[in-house]
Structure formats: structure tokens, C-alpha cells
């Protein structure tokens, strides 16, 4: 159980265009996400938190018109790069916390696989 | 600013052989700590979570960890890898009780020869 996906597995696009990276929870509601971003040999950087049907938390740094995000239902969040440009080239990776677990440690957070974006 | 170390970038070992990875963090107050794993193509999974209690914590596979307070250090152990341990390793922590940030090293890769 508690498993979550993410589509694409990777993706390829031009500099400028928009690159929408969705995840979902499979076999379980979750009403917070989270999204990571990883660089080449760098830790996993959690970006934003996301919670459904409400606006997603920004970590400080993180350019909010640049990496849109919607929590739109309770087993689906998108994250859309906007203007991609090479510098937005990353390893990116979300996580979900099972509805109704609180915050914090105990719960724990379920990962998807990743998708690897690449901007020519 | 938070951070967690993980000095071993790159560990090569025969099976049979023992493992440690090396993990620290900088942060004073509480912490909870965890070890995830990455499989090729797969997802990070939990290996293993302290909280408190026992400072030895045992998780999946045969993987233990000891969290020692005094050196802020949380190592990942195993006394005898196999060939399927071949994996990335993450230390990672989390300040407090009522956040999920995990705070993440840059991990290790570990590559387990038969």
C-alpha cells in the first residue's frame, strides 16, 4: 500500500516552454504533497508544500510564478515549471502524506519515483 | 542554517562485507532522523526513523542506525551486504514534531560487487 506515482518519468522540452509534472497517490487519499527538487549530486530540496484545495507553501527561494502549483483533489497534484529554462533542468520528486495522519515525523511520507526534466 | 552531512560519496564493497555510512547533522535542539533508500529506478523507501527511546534503532533488511547525541551523528550499518543492497542512501532529518520538512544529506551510493 501507499503508493504514489508520478507522470512523466521524464521529459524533454525547449527553453520557454511550460513542462506540467503531475503525482498522484494511488491506493490512498492524501491531502498534503510535497514536492523535492534534485540536483546532480546534491540533497533532495523540499520546494513547496501542497495542500488540497488550498494555495501550496513556498520554501523560502523558491519562485512561486515560476513553479505553479495545484492540489486540485485528494489524490492528484501538479506541479507546472513555467518558462523552463536549462537552470530548471532537475531530478524532481514528490511525496504524500496519508489523509488524516498529522503532520510531523510519525506519519511519514510516501514517495513517487521521480521525474527527470531536461531543458534544451 | 540546518543541514545534514553524509561524508561518503561513493562506497564500493564485495558482498559479505561490512557496511557504515557516515551521517551527521547541525541542529542543537531535537531532531528526528531517518534513512531512506533508493533502488535503481525505483522510489525512496524508508529504511529506518528514530524519534527517541533507544538509541539503536534497527529497520528493513537487517539495517541498524545509532544516534549519538554527543556526536550528532546518526551511521547506518549493516554487517553483511548483498549484491541487492546496491543502492543511493539518504540521511535525513526533521526538527521538530509538528513539520514534515525533511531536511535531506546529498546521499551515498553504495555499489555492492558479488
Known amino acids: 500500500g501507499a503508493v504514489v506515482s508520478q507522470h512523466p518519468s521524464w521529459v524533454i522540452c525547449k527553453s520557454g516552454t511550460s513542462v506540467k509534472i503531475e503525482c498522484r497517490s494511488l491506493?490512498?487519499?492524501?491531502?498534503?504533497m510535497f514536492w523535492y527538487r534534485q540536483f546532480p549530486k546534491q540533497s533532495l530540496m523540499l520546494m513547496a508544500t501542497?495542500?488540497?484545495?488550498?494555495?501550496?507553501?513556498?520554501e523560502q527561494g523558491v519562485e512561486k510564478d515560476k513553479f505553479l502549483i495545484n492540489h486540485a483533489s485528494l489524490t492528484l497534484s501538479t506541479l507546472t515549471v513555467t518558462s523552463a529554462h536549462p537552470e530548471d533542468s532537475s531530478f524532481y520528486i514528490c511525496?504524500?502524506?496519508?489523509?488524516?495522519?498529522?503532520?510531523?515525523?510519525?506519519?511519514?511520507?510516501?514517495f513517487g519515483p521521480g521525474t527527470r526534466l531536461t531543458v534544451l | 542554517a540546518q543541514s545534514v552531512s553524509q561524508h561518503n560519496h561513493h562506497v564500493i564493497l564485495s558482498e559479505a562485507a561490512s557496511l557504515e555510512l557516515g551521517c551527521n547533522y547541525s541542529?542543537?535542539?531535537?531532531?528526528?532522523l531517518f534513512w531512506y533508500v533508493q533502488y535503481p529506478g525505483q522510489h525512496l523507501q524508508l529504511l529506518l526513523k528514530?524519534?527517541?527511546?533507544?538509541?539503536l534503532v534497527k529497520g528493513i533488511k537487517g539495517f541498524e542506525a545509532e544516534f549519538i547525541k554527543s556526536k550528532f551523528s546518526f551511521n547506518l550499518r549493516k554487517p553483511s551486504v548483498q549484491w541487492s543492497d546496491t543502492a543511493e542512501y539518504f540521511c535525513?532529518?526533521?526538527?521538530?514534531?509538528?513539520?514534515?520538512?525533511?531536511?535531506f544529506g546529498t546521499g551515498t551510493r553504495l555499489q555492492v560487487f558479488p
Open positions: 511525496s504524500a502524506r496519508i489523509r488524516g495522519q498529522l503532520a510531523g515525523p510519525v506519519g511519514g511520507q510516501f
Open positions: 535525513a532529518v526533521i526538527l521538530s514534531y509538528n513539520t514534515d520538512k525533511l531536511i
Open positions: 528514530y524519534f527517541s527511546g533507544d538509541p
Open positions: 501542497s495542500n488540497e484545495g488550498s494555495k501550496a507553501t513556498y
Open positions: 491506493d490512498f487519499q492524501a491531502t498534503t
Open positions: 541542529y542543537g535542539g531535537t531532531v528526528n
